[in-house]
Protein backbone atom coordinates (compact mmCIF):
# COMPACT_ATOMS: atom_id res chain seq x y z
CA UNK A 1 0.00 0.00 0.00
CA UNK A 2 1.34 3.25 -0.88
CA UNK A 3 0.48 5.33 1.83
CA UNK A 4 2.18 2.78 4.35
CA UNK A 5 5.53 2.65 1.90
CA UNK A 6 5.61 6.60 2.50
CA UNK A 7 5.04 7.48 -1.46
CA UNK A 8 2.22 9.30 -0.60
CA UNK A 9 3.03 12.74 0.18
CA UNK A 10 -0.18 14.04 1.78
CA UNK A 11 -0.33 10.58 4.23
CA UNK A 12 3.52 10.09 4.62
CA UNK A 13 3.52 11.79 8.21
CA UNK A 14 0.40 9.69 9.68
CA UNK A 15 1.70 6.09 8.90
CA UNK A 16 1.05 3.51 9.79
CA UNK A 17 -2.58 2.92 8.66
CA UNK A 18 -5.13 0.51 9.32
CA UNK A 19 -7.93 -0.34 6.86
CA UNK A 20 -10.99 -0.38 9.17
CA UNK A 21 -13.59 -1.33 6.02
CA UNK A 22 -13.94 -1.68 3.06
CA UNK A 23 -16.14 -0.40 0.11
CA UNK A 24 -16.95 -1.27 -3.61
CA UNK A 25 -18.81 0.89 -5.64
CA UNK A 26 -19.93 -0.02 -9.13
CA UNK A 27 -18.70 3.50 -11.05
CA UNK A 28 -16.55 6.43 -9.91
CA UNK A 29 -19.49 8.93 -9.53
CA UNK A 30 -20.61 6.66 -6.42
CA UNK A 31 -17.47 6.42 -4.88
CA UNK A 32 -16.70 9.75 -4.98
CA UNK A 33 -20.14 10.52 -3.36
CA UNK A 34 -19.58 8.06 -0.60
CA UNK A 35 -15.99 9.62 -0.15
CA UNK A 36 -17.49 13.42 -0.41
CA UNK A 37 -20.30 12.13 2.44
CA UNK A 38 -17.54 10.96 4.68
CA UNK A 39 -15.81 14.05 4.67
CA UNK A 40 -18.84 16.24 5.60
CA UNK A 41 -19.58 16.76 8.95
CA UNK A 42 -22.48 14.10 9.08
CA UNK A 43 -20.36 11.58 7.28
CA UNK A 44 -17.54 12.05 10.17
CA UNK A 45 -20.92 11.56 12.88
CA UNK A 46 -21.67 8.27 10.86
CA UNK A 47 -17.95 7.18 10.94
CA UNK A 48 -17.59 7.74 14.58
CA UNK A 49 -20.89 6.65 15.59
CA UNK A 50 -20.40 3.26 13.39
CA UNK A 51 -16.83 2.36 13.45
CA UNK A 52 -16.01 4.06 16.86
CA UNK A 53 -12.55 3.85 18.24
CA UNK A 54 -11.72 1.42 15.13
CA UNK A 55 -11.01 4.87 13.27
CA UNK A 56 -10.01 7.32 15.40
CA UNK A 57 -6.24 8.89 15.22
CA UNK A 58 -3.31 8.24 18.17
Known sequence: MAHN???TKSTKASRPWL???EEN???YTDARKRENFLKSGVGRKWVKDNLGERCESG
Open 5 to 7: AGR
Open 25 to 27: YAN
Open 19 to 21: IVI
